[in-house]
């Protein structure tokens, strides 16, 4: 009869190490399960209660220690099309507010002139009446012709 040399199906990527995990059961449980999801979890003891009764277990694990990866980022796209948005859309905001500011000065300034425009217009007005000639040799106020 012949024997087969075992050997694993696949072979372990690092080298193992063994590590005490002592913690909360909930704690432990989580490591455990973590190094399971990782496929990294090679082997662990039965959980045993710590002395003085603490609630808190200790667990042996052997795992495979590999160094994690570098984290690899995405470039992120840089969009070329928000800058020229900006250098468009900021003067055009900023000439429009100053538009708009200017014409409510002005209509500020208007009203608060109308009185004296007003009365300009009145003294202009009555001295036209006083000043207009009335007839072929009167020329208005004061004529030496007339006596007017």
Same mark, same amino acid.
């Given at each position: 009869?012949?024997?087969?040399?075992?050997?694993? !199906?696949?072979?372990?990527?690092?080298?193992?190490?063994?590590?005490? =995990?002592?913690?909360?059961?909930?704690?432990?449980?989580?490591?455990? !399960?973590?190094?399971?999801?990782?496929? *990294?979890?090679?082997?662990?003891?039965?959980?045993?209660?710590?002395? #003085? %009764? %603490?609630?808190?277990? &200790? $667990?042996?694990?052997?795992?495979? %220690?590999?160094?994690?990866?570098?984290?690899?980022?995405?470039?992120? *796209?840089?969009?070329?099309? &928000?800058?020229?948005?900006?250098?468009?859309?900021?003067?055009?905001?900023?000439? =429009?507010?100053?538009?708009?500011?200017?014409?409510?000065?002005? $209509?500020?300034?208007?009203?608060?002139?109308?009185?004296? /425009?007003?009365?300009? !217009?009145? $003294?202009?007005? =009555?001295? !036209?009446? /006083?000043?207009? *000639?009335?007839?072929?040799?009167?020329?208005?106020?004061?004529?030496?012709?007339?006596? #007017?």
């Amino acid at each position: 009869m012949t024997t087969r040399a075992t050997r694993a !199906a696949h072979p372990v990527p690092g080298p193992i190490v063994s590590r005490r =995990v002592v913690g909360t059961p909930g704690e432990v449980a989580a490591v455990v !399960a973590t190094l399971r999801h990782a496929n *990294r979890l090679v082997g662990m003891t039965l959980p045993a209660q710590m002395p #003085h %009764d %603490d609630g808190r277990v &200790w $667990v042996t694990v052997r795992f495979i %220690d590999r160094p994690r990866a570098a984290r690899t980022t995405t470039p992120t *796209r840089t969009g070329r099309r &928000w800058p020229v948005v900006t250098a468009v859309a900021v003067p055009a905001t900023t000439a =429009v507010a100053v538009a708009g500011y200017l014409a409510v000065q002005l $209509v500020t300034a208007l009203i608060a002139l109308l009185p004296l /425009l007003a009365g300009g !217009a009145f $003294v202009l007005a =009555v001295l !036209a009446l /006083l000043l207009r *000639r009335s007839g072929v040799c009167c020329p208005g106020l004061h004529c030496p012709g007339c006596n #007017h």
